[in-house]
Structure formats: structure tokens, C-alpha cells
């Protein structure tokens, strides 16, 4: 009955986002996000390996919440004035970002000098964690301020860094320099710790840029056009859509590879990969459900503990860098991160039979944290609503700060599951920094265009 519920539930919502928006590109990113949403929440009421059972009442706040996201989402497009041109092409050319070939040169020198600090430890068996070693002052990290220096801008260089990376791979750009400096940036920074997440980011990308690429003008009006053409588009289509599964199946490859190597079988073959891949695919279950049994306990434990924090879970991130600048100033004060992380992170629960967490409560976990249910209602509208409108400001005008802030926004969209991806603070450097280069290059083109117009 539950299944039941959840299904018709997130289909009807899915049959109204459709029959609202016209726009293919708009219309596919809520229909992912809702489709997203209703796969795990179907999976959750199976309880798999043996996790707990979720109540009606948290499932009910996780529609709530996804509700709210569709609601929001919906009245940007009714409240937006720019009426989107599908004849117009959304891809752009990387060869005007020239630029951004010096910053990832720098950024790869960076990483690449830690990654060979961090193969220093582990050869070296002087790290009692090699794992944490990413995150702590310690042996590859020798101070707070370096650590922060990586937190803050080589982290959000590889949220970008992913993105690109993944545009550059659906469109077959693969001569291009940034694409080869990209890849061995993405490799090595998740080498340091063997982390997972550049690589599963680099796939949600993927998704983006394949339906970015699919719902292209070019390609909508060569399908529009049926005359000669008809089988060469078809071709094309079908093209696209093995490219993407090719890629898919290496990306989870390695996944597994790197799954592996945490169980210590630093050896690939058949056998390793075996169990890496089946590892892979029960962390995913777990790691994707698990989350909806955390904030069962967490609704029902931690409200109390830290009361209403009115707007500075969901803006932590924000919250975070405003502490680090009063810090400066001689000024103290417990961020929102440090009173969440706090009690999150030292509470390790059970989510099922043998299984543990301490930082997956999905993002209604921290609206919750702000304003109780109303949080849960505001805050997934007022995503949506933002969501949507970086997808009217990436047709706008397709660049590479746009298709950046879109596909970082459209990132948070599917991890909402999981977590709320704006509670770090390199999380809001990339937007704001993103949407800086979008001004200033806006403003460029605004300037080049008046210089060129003939005088009165």
C-alpha cells in the first residue's frame, strides 16, 4: 500500500511537470530529478539488507519536500519573462575560455603535488587512516591554513573541473588540452584518499550534458527534419545514447576498482573487480536508502538538541565562510556547521543489521534543523525555484560559468537523497565565483556589441 501511495503520488507529479513545460531541457531535468526521487523511495519501502523500516510520517516529509522542489521549480517558468527559443543552439565553443586553460594547469600542479604527498603516506604505512588523511591536518595536509586553502578553492575547481569534464565527454571533445588535464586532475584528486565522489559526480554530469546534447537545436531540428535525413539522425541518436552507456560502465568500473582497493585487493583482476562491483552496488542501496532510516532517528533525537537554527543549516555553507571572516577579526561564534557536524558526526546509528551512520539524513534533515515542517515546505521550493532559473540563464546564454552553476545546482538536485550539497562553504564559492565570471563576461559581450554598432 505504501508503494502504492509513493508511486502514484510522484507520477502524478511527473504527468503535471510534463503537461506544464514545454521546453525539452526544463522538462527533462525535473522529470530526472522526479524519477530519481520516486526509484529510491520505491527501493526504500523493500528494506533491503536487512534496514530498518522508515514511518509514513518521514516518507511523508520526503514527498513533502520533493512536492515543494516540483512547486518551485514550476513557478520560476510561470514567473519568467524569457521565453526560451528552441531554435537556438545550447552548446558553446570551450576555445573562448582560453583563460580557464591557466587556472586548471595551476590547479593540476596543486593537486598533483598532493596526490604524490598522499602515495608518500600510504607507501609509507606512517598513516594509522589513510583515508581521513584528506580531511585532517596531518601528514599530507601540515596545517590548518593548507588545509583550508584546499577546501576552498581546489575543491571547487573540481566540482567545475567535473562538470566540464563531462560536457567535454558527451560532445566528444577529446583533442581538446583541458579535457586531458581535466581527467588526470579528476584521477588524482580522487586518489588522494581513494574518494569515489569526482568520479559518481563526473556520471551525474554526464546525465546532464547527454540530455543538454539530445535537446540541442542542432539535433531537434535535424529530427524535426525527416526528409534524407531520418536514418542519419537515428544513427546519431543511437550513437549518443551507446556512448553514454560505454561510459557509464567504465566510470562504474572504476568505481568498483576503487571499491576494491579499500578492501585491500590492489591486484585488478576478474576476481577483485567481482567483488568490488557487487560491493559497489549494495553501497549504493544502502548508501541512497540508508539516509531515509537516519532521518527517522534524527527527526525523532536531534530537533531537540540543537532547536530551531532559522535559516543557517541550509545556508552553512554561507554561515561557514562568514565565521572564518570574524574568526579574522578576532570574533567567535558556533557556525551552523560546527553545531550540526558536532552531534552528527559523533553519533554513530543504526540504520539496519550491522549497518552504521553518521552524516546521510538527506536535505530535509537540515530544512528540518531551520524552521521544523515549514523549513521542509520554504527551502525545496526555493531550490526548485533557483534550479529552474539557472536552466533559463544556461539557455540564455550557454557558457561555461552557466553550464557550471546548472550542472553544480543540478548535482545537489539528485544527492538531495542523500545529503544537502550546499552546507559546504567551497560549494557557495564556485556559484558565486561562477556567477562573477557570468557578469563579467556578459558585461564584455555587452561591450564588444555597443563598439561594433555603427555611429549615429
Not at 573541473?161 to 588526470?184: D, E, H, P
Not at 548508501?287 to 530537533?303: D, K, M, S
Not at 572564518?324 to 561564534?333: A, D, H, K, P, S
Request: hydrophobic share 50%.
Amino acid at each position: 500500500m505504501l508503494l502504492f501511495t509513493i508511486l502514484i503520488i510522484m507520477l502524478t507529479m511527473i504527468i503535471i511537470s510534463r503537461i506544464i513545460i514545454t521546453d525539452k531541457l526544463q522538462r527533462a531535468i525535473i522529470t530526472l530529478y522526479l524519477s530519481w526521487w520516486t526509484l529510491w523511495l520505491g527501493i526504500s519501502t523493500f528494506n533491503f539488507y536487512d534496514l530498518f523500516p522508515v514511518s509514513s510520517y518521514v516518507y511523508f516529509l520526503l514527498i513533502l519536500s520533493v512536492m515543494m522542489f516540483c512547486v518551485g521549480y514550476l513557478f520560476c517558468g510561470m514567473r519568467e519573462k524569457h521565453i526560451v527559443d528552441n531554435r537556438i543552439s545550447r552548446t558553446f565553443n570551450l576555445s573562448t575560455h582560453s583563460r580557464f586553460l591557466y587556472v586548471a594547469l595551476i590547479s593540476f600542479s596543486i593537486i598533483l603535488y598532493y596526490y604524490l604527498k598522499y602515495r608518500s603516506v600510504v607507501q609509507s604505512g606512517i598513516s594509522t587512516n589513510n583515508r581521513m588523511e584528506r580531511f585532517v591536518v596531518g601528514h599530507v595536509f601540515s596545517s590548518a591554513k593548507e588545509l583550508l586553502f584546499f577546501n576552498y578553492f581546489i575543491e571547487p575547481y573540481i566540482y567545475a573541473a567535473t562538470i566540464i569534464l563531462a560536457y567535454l565527454i558527451i560532445y566528444g571533445k577529446f583533442k581538446n588540452m583541458i579535457f586531458w588535464i581535466i581527467v588526470l586532475s579528476v584521477i588524482f584528486y580522487a586518489g588522494i584518499g581513494s574518494g569515489r565522489a569526482p568520479i559518481i559526480d563526473v556520471l551525474i554530469a554526464m546525465v546532464l550534458a547527454f540530455f543538454i546534447r539530445m535537446c540541442d537545436s542542432k539535433n531537434k531540428n535535424m529530427m524535426e527534419n525527416r526528409i534524407n535525413k531520418g536514418a542519419v539522425n537515428t544513427r546519431h541518436k543511437k550513437r549518443n545514447i551507446i556512448m553514454l552507456i560505454l561510459i557509464s560502465i567504465v566510470i562504474i568500473g572504476y568505481s568498483a576498482w576503487l571499491t576494491a582497493k579499500r578492501f585491500g585487493l590492489n591486484q585488478f583482476n576478474l576476481g577483485s573487480m567481482e567483488i568490488g562491483l557487487n560491493e559497489f552496488f549494495m553501497e549504493c542501496i544502502i548508501y541512497f536508502t540508508g539516509p531515509f532510516r537516519a532521518l527517522e532517528f534524527g527527526i525523532a533525537n536531534y530537533p531537540s538538541k540543537i532547536g530551531l537554527l532559522f535559516g543557517r543549516g541550509t545556508f552553512a555553507g554561507l554561515d561557514e565562510i562568514i565565521n572564518l571572516l570574524f574568526q579574522i577579526l578576532g570574533i567567535t561564534y558556533n557556525s551552523a556547521t560546527g553545531i550540526i557536524g558536532d552531534l552528527l558526526q559523533s553519533n554513530q546509528i543504526e540504520i539496519g543489521s550491522g549497518y552504521f551512520f553518521n552524516f546521510a539524513y538527506t536535505n530535509v534533515m537540515i530544512h528540518y534543523f531551520d524552521f521544523g515542517v515549514l523549513g521542509v515546505i520554504v527551502f525545496p521550493c526555493l531550490y526548485g525555484f533557483f534550479v529552474r532559473k539557472a536552466v533559463l540563464l544556461y539557455e540564455k546564454r550557454p557558457s561555461l560559468p552557466t553550464l557550471v552553476i546548472l550542472g553544480f545546482l543540478f548535482n545537489t538536485m539528485i544527492n538531495s537523497v542523500f545529503k544537502w550539497g550546499l552546507q559546504s562553504p567551497s560549494a557557495w564559492i564556485l556559484l558565486i565565483g561562477s556567477f562573477i565570471w557570468y557578469e563579467f563576461e556578459n558585461r564584455a559581450i555587452v561591450k564588444e556589441k555597443a563598439l561594433c554598432l555603427p555611429p549615429p
